[in-house]
């Protein structure tokens, strides 16, 4: 049975739902009550990191993928003393640099323009280990996701992304457990950002999975969640 004292809250990143966490949920259940908010309506990561906080009572653990990671660092913002173990997974610190904040504005305007289908089927090969690019079963399951969220909820994630603020000011001041996982190739978020957040955060733990790119929760599913079972159990 779950822990009665343990709620483990997943946020999904770009393109995603709660779907991306199915093997976490199935497997964590044992050891926590697990929550899975979808983000698909807020405008900003304000908005987002309200909607989480409001849709879980007293404290929490929290893994953030990707985006979710930048809604995660803006709940210990608002709420730091309910974030009772953090972890970041293929996730940055770091705000949008300009030329970053322009491509996504760009991927906006084709995706408000009837393009979002094409600008799916242009980024899916990107996101995973360069090995996976054959596996129909992992590329599928990612295309079906990002159809389902749809153009207008990607346009609102984008923008959720757009709106962070930077967050290494925070990373010396976090005392909870924390771990940060990142894909050996990942080529959406450098491994090298996992490790900037893991060198700033007193005691955290910094997991590279060798033959993983930016979706480790679904391409290596049981290293993922093996790591995270071990984070909520132990200190």
Known sequence: MPDADTTLVLIHGLLDDSLMWEHQVRFLSPYAEVATPDILEQESVGEAADRVLASVDGPFAVAGFSMGGYIAFEMLRRAPGRVARLALVNTSARADTPEKAADRERT?????????????????????????????????????????????????????????????????????????????????????????????????RLVTIDDCGHYAPMER???????????????
């Open 108 to 204: 906006i305007q084709i995706a408000s323009s009837g393009g979002y289908e094409r600008l799916v089927d242009e980024a899916l090969p990107g996101v995973a280990h360069p090995g996976r690019a054959g596996d129909g079963a992992l590329m599928g399951t990612l295309r079906t996701m990002a159809l389902r969220v749809g153009a207008k909820a990607y346009c609102r994630q984008q923008r959720i992304c757009m709106s962070r603020p930077d967050s290494r000011d925070l990373l010396a001041d976090i005392a909870c457990p924390t771990l940060a996982v990142t894909g050996r190739q990942d080529a959406i978020v450098a491994p090298d950002l996992s490790g900037e957040m893991a060198d700033a955060i007193p005691g955290a």
């Open 221 to 235: 599913p049981w290293a993922t969640t093996a790591l995270l079972q071990q984070w909520l159990r132990y200190p």
